[in-house]
T-cell receptor, first 117, second 109 residues
Framework: DTGVSQDPRHKITKRGQNVTFRCDPI?????LYWYRQTLGQGPEFLTY????????KSRLLSDRFSAERPKGSFSTLEIQRTEQGDSAMYLC???????????????FGEGSRLTVL | RKEVEQDPGPFNVPEGATVAFNCTYS??????FFWYRQDCRKEPKLLMS???SGNEDGRFTAQLNRASQYISLLIRDSKLSDSATYLC??????????FGPGTRLSVLP
């Protein structure tokens, strides 16, 4: 399977614990995005990388959230001291640049569902 | 005001009906526009890009009105398989893609 893969698919944790999600994008894609989605809402942008550089970070991303893409391939999203409000689906997407413009097609993984008790 | 707004629905329509969804965006500097489709408990997938002159893909027609900051999606001859949530997506300067809350469509037999 050469699509975007995310791990773990489900994570249940207690409030205050740290969690880390991993995303492996489509191999030739240089852009990688993290989104968060709660029930009945559209995906909310968290952050985005071009290769290993983190180019944009949402105001939604508090100091407890950190994302890395150390070699410009896979990425990790860590949430420290989790709160119940962090419960959501965390979606990763990748895309590639075509000519001077991005085609607009984000390829999403199936997501990592976080439940904070 | 949210950056991208949509009527959440649900829109319940019979098979064969024509249904239209609207979307408004707040940032006049928005550059690119898209409709994504998300099936229940699945990831979003690109349905179609929206071009300034309007564009059609089979039963789907997308329109953009930059002056009114308004995007639409028209689905003709609805099929049961069209039941999904339709997400309006706007790309601002840079590469941030902003998603609307989605409009839920149920096509009934």
């Amino acid at each position: 399977d050469t699509g975007v893969s995310q791990d773990p698919r489900h994570k249940i944790t207690k409030r205050g614990q740290n969690v880390t999600f991993r995303c492996d994008p489509i191999s030739e894609h240089n852009r990688l995005y993290w989104y968060r989605q709660t029930l009945g809402q559209g995906p909310e942008f968290l952050t985005y990388f071009q290769n290993e550089a983190q180019l944009e970070k949402s105001r939604l991303l508090s100091d407890r959230f950190s994302a890395e893409r150390p070699k410009g391939s896979f990425s990790t999203l860590e949430i420290q001291r989790t709160e119940q409000g962090d419960s959501a689906m965390y979606l990763c997407a990748s895309s590639n640049r075509v000519g001077a413009m991005n085609t607009g097609e984000l390829f999403f993984g199936e997501g990592s569902r976080l439940t904070v008790l | 005001r949210k950056e991208v707004e949509q009527d959440p629905g649900p829109f319940n329509v019979p098979e064969g009906a024509t249904v239209a969804f609207n979307c408004t965006y707040s940032n006049s500097a928005s550059q690119s526009f898209f409709w994504y489709r998300q099936d229940c408990r699945k990831e979003p997938k690109l349905l179609m890009s929206v071009y300034s002159s309007g564009n059609e893909d089979g039963r789907f027609t997308a329109q953009l009105n930059r002056a009114s900051q308004y995007i639409s999606l028209l689905i003709r001859d609805s099929k049961l398989s069209d039941s999904a949530t339709y997400l309006c997506v706007v790309r601002f300067y840079g590469q941030n893609f902003v998603f609307g809350p989605g409009t839920r469509l149920s096509v009934l037999p």
